[in-house]
């Protein structure tokens, strides 16, 4: 019997030379074949010692010889006809497994092949993927001809038609954009599995098997067919030939560092692996750039052979259906092409845009082609390239398809050689939760965000709907980002100057400049007044208004903010920020409208409310709602909610609590008497419940009752917070009211266990920064901080030591980072002296340190 741990130790030793081999690692094809090959030569040498009748094979990344460190290795057993034999397959595996092969295996007969083509068209593709190690190649040969016997048009069709659904059910999983900040490499969009669905559908059009015994990948044979039958030119080939091995060596080299299988190349990943290569001299961003390139060209590369083959598939139009668009490009369908053999011009490519988005049509692939080679030879002969911008201008200027466009105009590089100054901002990195995406494909989602807006009814559809002319908007958001790569810090400043000077060039009205100007000035303002600052405060509302020379840059400026940030991230567009935005908005379109100011507004509003529900509402309720100062209160709570505090209040309670479940979140509202450091204990008692605070709102009668709003979510789950917790948080917060709860002592107890969750969560440290503003009445002090569980509390605890009261505080996420605001008086009742400033940033960056 061999001597397994002989031959464990020694297969274990040829992989560590092949994984500490510096100049394998450089070479992603070489290195994967070497290690593919090395699990071959074993596999056969512990196998050989066990009778097994039929062939024995290897099937996916195996068979392909692309096996990083820690891919699967996966294995046929084919026979004609299984009918025994369970016995010898498992003592082989056993012995593979006793032997550091750790195999994943599965048995197959002929009769399985029409089986799976009728009920498992995914399991039967993936027999076109094998390769023959050992056993009888007899059997091996016989079940390849069955298989390709089986193929006629019909099966063809409905095998690459399941493709296209598998690619989509695979983008909504893992990403349906190349530039996607952490990306699986595998499986979003742009990753190996784009160029793999390429090779299967290939070997089904064709019908043949792309394997073969040679000592290469299959990618490598296959560019070789490519290159071969001349399917793609030579430039293109290199391309795909330079990106696959890029996202290859990335894989390897993130299996070695995370010592396991993981494909998705997450942000402190992402450093590890730059510290690896030598070319990107420590320089992750440079990195993820390179690898952002790569990843678009493989999948811009598979979306042109798929729709390739989809138009094989559909019905071919008659020649004398097609429409001349002009002596150059024709239509027929939905595909563009060239009539004439004269040379591309960067006109030329804008003029065929603006028909493919005049027509919600495409380029064929000889049109596609030409537009990428000639881009490419253009850009690398960096001379400053001339072109009407007519056309561009007028694919702004249309009502449908622009976002789809310009998407296109990115994929194929013409985007950055009309506008120079949108080159940098492709696979710019924008790290944290808070984007998802690269720059440039943050701005071109934007964009399509605004222009798929629903007629819905919505007030901000209605407002997009209602705009005669979008170019001025679209191009408001094409630069709101554009100096980012320039200064992250004041981007907004120094691209408001980038606009101007683009939009002068390609020849728009002063007018028109100005606004657009204004608009990227300001594309951070709204947001940061609707989210971090007292919407009810007259003060914020006419500063705000002063911003705005006319009630259409308002309207330009709130669609400019809503396109931004949805199109960051999931987590960061809530039903909650939507709301705050159109309060903010629809306050100052009124202030615009009616010539108020923000006192006039706020006194007509709550009068108002007052008339209109004063047959609803009894004297005591009516008394109540005059002694809160802020007709915020009115927003947030029905009538029955009003209803029932003044009778808590009124019946003396020191203290009540509700929950109710307000959109995904769980609202806790706590009415008592205003003491000191309540805000403090109140967020303590709800932090040792594992609660996290989204935002607060503070209400505070003229008789010093409070009523405090939350709402809340469990830290762990994000979700709402189960009924059945809530007896539990009711006792805290009345402990806590009562000064019976040992807040300090429980928060230590339980911040390690939160210490540790959180490490899993957040990968890049967030900075903290402390910054003040004055304000007519109160000191505004923004806190920014990672978010983590007691942020509030730690610093709220810390205000309180230092002798501050809040009056108003707001906290507005970020994905991973916080800015929680607070609008304070020092404990003379005074505004805070900026001679303060510097120690109170000390004492409170001194506490959140002391959290993180």
Same mark, same amino acid.
């Given at each position: ?42 596999l056969?040498r ?59 295996h599965?048995?197959?007969?002929f +009769? ?41 048009k019909?099966i ?5 038609l ?18 996607v900040?952490?990306?699986? =490499? ?21 019908n043949? =098997? =792309? ?41 390897n ?7 396991k299988? +993981? ?6 990943n992402? /450093? ?7 070319q ?23 979306k ?8 094989? &598939?559909?019905?071919?139009i008659s ?21 004439v ?43 400053d ?20 466009t310009?998407?296109?105009?990115? /994929? ?42 629903p ?8 407002l997009?709907h ?5 170019? =001025? ?8 980002? #554009? ?13 408001a100057?980038i606009?101007?000077s !683009? ?16 608009l ?5 303002t709204?947001e940061q ?6 919407l ?14 006319s ?7 709130? &669609? ?17 920020k ?30 108002e ?6 047959k ?15 007709? %915020? ?12 505090h ?10 009540s ?11 806790v ?20 419940n ?6 607060? +709102? ?8 409070v ?7 469990d ?13 539990? !948080? ?14 300090g002592?429980?928060?230590?107890k ?17 900075? #903290? ?14 806190v920014?901080a ?14 309180? /030591?230092?002798g ?5 505080a707001?906290?507005?996420?970020? %994905? ?13 009742? +005074?505004?805070?002296?900026q ?12 506490a ?5």
């Amino acid at each position: 019997m061999p001597d397994y741990l002989q031959i464990k130790q020694e297969f274990a030793a040829a992989k560590e030379e092949i994984f500490k081999d510096k100049r394998l690692l450089e070479n992603a094809y070489e290195f994967c074949v070497q290690f593919s090959l090395l699990v071959e030569e074993y596999l056969i040498r512990i196998a050989n010692d066990f009778d097994l009748n039929c062939a024995l094979v290897s099937s996916g990344s195996f068979s392909r010889r692309e096996l990083s460190p820690h891919s699967d290795i996966d294995v046929l057993f084919i026979f004609e006809k299984f009918d025994g034999g369970e016995e010898s397959i498992q003592k082989c595996i056993t012995a593979l497994w006793d032997c550091g092969i750790e195999v994943s295996h599965t048995v197959r007969e002929f +009769n399985d092949i029409q089986k799976f083509l009728e009920t498992d068209l995914h399991a039967f593709t993936q027999f076109f993927e094998t390769r023959f190690i050992i056993g009888s190649e007899k059997i091996y040969n016989e079940w390849n001809s069955k298989l390709l016997s089986l193929l006629n048009k019909e099966i063809v069709k409905k095998l690459v038609l399941a493709f296209f659904e598998d690619v989509e059910t695979r983008y909504k999983k893992y990403g349906d954009s190349p530039k996607v900040l952490e990306p699986n =490499i595998k499986y979003s969009a742009g990753g190996l599995r784009d160029l793999q669905m390429v090779q299967w559908m290939y070997s089904l059009k064709n019908n043949v =098997i =792309i394997t073969d015994q040679s000592e290469r990948t299959q990618t490598e044979i296959f560019i070789d067919i490519l290159r071969e039958k001349k399917l793609i030119s030579p430039i293109e080939i290199n391309r795909i030939y330079r990106s696959y091995e890029l996202l290859l060596k990335t894989r390897n080299l993130l299996h070695l560092i995370c010592s396991k299988k +993981n494909d998705r190349l997450e942000f402190h990943n992402q /450093e590890q692996l730059a510290k690896h290569l030598d070319q990107f001299s420590n320089n992750w961003e440079m990195f993820m750039k390179q690898y952002f390139e790569a990843a678009t060209k493989i999948h811009r590369f598979s979306k042109t052979i798929l729709k390739r083959y989809h138009e094989q &598939l559909v019905q071919q139009i008659s020649d004398r259906l097609a429409i001349e668009l002009d002596e150059e490009f024709m239509l027929k369908g939905n595909l563009i092409s060239r009539t004439v053999e004269s040379e591309l011009t960067l006109s030329s490519i804008l003029r065929a845009f603006y028909y493919r988005c005049l027509h919600d049509a495409r380029f064929d692939e000889q049109l596609r082609s030409a537009v990428i080679e000639k881009v490419a030879y253009l850009d690398e002969d960096n001379e400053d390239h001339q072109a009407s911008s007519v056309f561009f201008r007028e694919i702004l200027k249309s009502h449908s398809g622009v976002g789809k466009t310009l998407t296109s105009m990115n /994929e194929m590089g013409v985007l950055q050689l009309f506008l120079p100054e949108f080159k940098d901002l492709i696979g710019f990195f924008q790290p944290g939760v808070y984007h998802c995406y690269t720059a440039d494909e943050h701005t071109l989602i934007a964009l399509s965000k605004l222009e798929n807006l629903p007629e819905d009814g919505r007030s901000i559809s209605k407002l997009f709907h209602s705009l005669k002319d979008r170019d =001025i908007i679209y191009l408001a958001v094409l630069f709101h980002d #554009i100096a980012k790569p320039i200064s992250v810090s004041g981007h907004e400043i120094i691209g408001a100057e980038i606009a101007s000077s !683009i939009m002068e060039r390609i020849g728009y009205e002063a007018d028109e400049i100005a606004t657009v100007k204004h608009l990227v000035r300001h594309h951070l303002t709204m947001e940061q007044v609707a989210f971090r600052r007292n919407l009810n405060d007259p003060a914020t509302l006419n500063k705000f208004a002063t911003l705005f020379p006319s009630i259409h840059t308002l309207d330009l400026l709130y &669609l400019l903010t809503y396109a931004d940030l949805s199109a960051v991230s999931p987590v960061v567009w809530t039903e909650w920020k939507s709301d705050l935005l159109f309060e903010l908005y629809q306050k100052t379109r009124t202030m615009l409208e009616e010539r108020l100011s923000g006192e006039e507004l706020l006194v007509a509003s709550k009068e108002e409310i007052l008339s209109r529900k004063k047959k609803e509402y009894s004297s005591n309720v009516q008394k109540h709602i005059e002694s809160i100062d802020d007709i %915020g209160y009115l927003n947030i709570y029905s009538q029955e909610e009003i209803n029932e505090h003044v009778k808590q209040i009124e019946n003396g309670e020191h203290i009540s609590v509700f929950f109710k479940e307000n959109g995904g979140y769980t609202n806790v509202t706590v009415i008592t008497k205003d003491s000191s450091s309540l805000l403090s204990k109140l967020c303590g008692a709800l932090s040792i419940n594992d609660l996290n605070i989204h935002d607060a +709102n503070i209400f505070t009668r003229n008789d010093g009752i409070v009523i405090d709003s939350f709402n809340v979510t469990d830290y762990r789950t994000q979700k709402k917070v189960e009924e059945a917790r809530y007896e539990k !948080i009711t006792i805290d917060l009345t402990l806590a009211v009562e000064n019976e709860l040992a807040i300090g002592t429980a928060f230590k107890k339980i911040e390690s266990k939160w210490r540790r969750f959180e490490n899993k969560l957040f990968n890049i440290a967030s900075k #903290i920064k402390i910054e003040f503003e004055r304000h007519e009445k109160y000191t505004i002090i923004d806190v920014y901080a990672p978010d983590k569980l007691g942020l509030l509390y730690q610093v709220t605890k810390r205000m309180n /030591e230092l002798g501050l009261a809040i009056f108003f505080a707001k906290i507005a996420t970020k %994905g991973d980072d916080v800015v929680d605001a607070f609008y304070v008086l020092n404990n003379k009742g +005074n505004k805070i002296p900026q001679n303060d400033y510097e120690l109170i940033k000390m004492e409170l960056k001194e506490a959140i340190e002391e959290l993180i």
